[in-house]
């Protein structure tokens, strides 16, 4: 199992950047993929989920609306857009392969191969 995140950087707090995860050696369409992020100091969060057997997606309240998570089966990838950034957005961001628990909730498995590395958004002026 591999995950690679890539696509951070640095952008003006307004601006735009789209994280990608690129997987290999599991059955991409059969799993779900989720992007989790942990700011300096605080907890790492799970900011949004997507189900790659229907699409369906969540997301927490503080991306919802500005986030937009995606994946192309034939690519094996899952995508975030990130939009309208805000400077509290800054954090390492990693993508993970997650399941739903009985109440419907997405956890990350905890094994690190079902990690990608991080990568940096830095949202500042």
């Known amino acids: 199992v591999q995950l690679q995140a890539s696509g951070g950087g640095l952008v003006q707090p307004g601006g735009s950047l789209s994280l990608s995860c690129v997987c290999s050696?599991?059955?991409?369409?059969?799993?779900?993929i989720g992007w989790f992020r942990q700011a300096p100091g605080k907890e790492r969060e799970g900011i949004s989920y997507i189900s790659n057997r229907d699409g369906s997606t969540q997301y927490t309240d503080a991306v919802k609306g500005r986030f937009t998570i995606s994946s192309d089966n034939a690519k094996s990838t899952t995508y975030l857009q990130m939009n309208s950034l805000k400077p509290e957005d800054t954090a390492i961001y990693y993508c993970?392969?997650?399941?739903?628990?009985?109440?419907?909730?997405?956890?990350?498995?905890?094994?690190?191969?079902?990690w990608g590395h991080g990568t940096l958004v830095t949202v500042s002026s």
């Open positions: 993970a392969v997650v399941y739903k628990d009985y109440s419907g909730r997405y956890l990350p498995l905890t094994e690190a191969r079902f």
């Open positions: 050696d599991f059955v991409f369409d059969a799993y779900s």
